[in-house]
């Protein structure tokens, strides 16, 4: 069973980010304070649950939350600063978008650099012991798969509808027969045979 708080402060938000191992698009995050009362059976780690549950939970959670925010982080940022700390950086803009101000702030994962001065804390698969996280790797989910879904009207040889952007096996096939696109990560390692990134970018 999830758990409601891990601080004694009545404004604790939870964030969690999503597609931080893609070869494509964003990494989007997401920050949301939940009512003292939130109650919702189905919802844990948003790996842990199927694509159908976590659009029949993404609407439930945003009506019942006090505030949530979600952040897409582009490629050419991720790039630039590198992806944890656009990971970082993404989970960082969510709060400070959230009103009320959070008083305490709850991670998923071992990293974070603070924000407003405000406390934190990192927890190591806080998505599958809080609610609050749990709630907000929902939303990062399927707000990034909705994202990606766009994407793929303009790319569809890449299928980024079904694979989202991660490095399957279609994904990377795709990569060797059209070259990368502009919403490529260029500095990931795209193929495992890559020694240098000297693909052709399609415009």
């Avoid at 599958?128 to 749990?134: D, G, H, N, W």
């Avoid at 919403?183 to 020694?195: A, C, K, M, N, T």
């Amino acid at each position: 069973m999830l758990l409601t708080k891990h601080s004694v402060y009545q404004l604790e938000t939870g964030t969690d980010e999503a597609g931080r191992g893609c070869l494509a698009g964003p990494v989007t995050a997401a920050a949301i304070l939940l009512p003292e009362d939130f109650k919702m059976e189905l919802l844990n780690d948003s790996k842990q649950l199927t694509e159908k549950v976590r659009e029949k939970l993404r609407p439930l959670i945003e009506q019942q939350a006090l505030c949530y925010h979600i952040v897409h982080i582009e490629p050419i940022v991720i790039d630039e600063i590198n992806i944890l700390n656009a990971s970082i950086l993404a989970m960082q803009e969510c709060i400070k978008n959230l009103t009320p101000t959070p008083q305490y702030i709850i991670v998923d994962g071992n990293r974070f650099k603070p924000v407003n001065d405000i406390p934190h804390s990192c927890i190591i698969k806080g998505d599958s012991k809080y609610l609050s996280i749990a709630a907000a790797s929902v939303l990062a989910k399927t707000h990034r798969d909705e994202y990606m879904n766009r994407l793929h009207e303009e790319y569809p040889m890449y299928n980024w509808k079904k694979n989202k952007g991660y490095p399957t096996k279609e994904h990377r096939d795709a990569i060797r027969k059209y070259g990368l696109t502009k919403y490529h990560r260029l500095s990931f390692r795209q193929l495992p045979e890559q020694l240098e990134l000297n693909f052709p970018e399609i415009k």
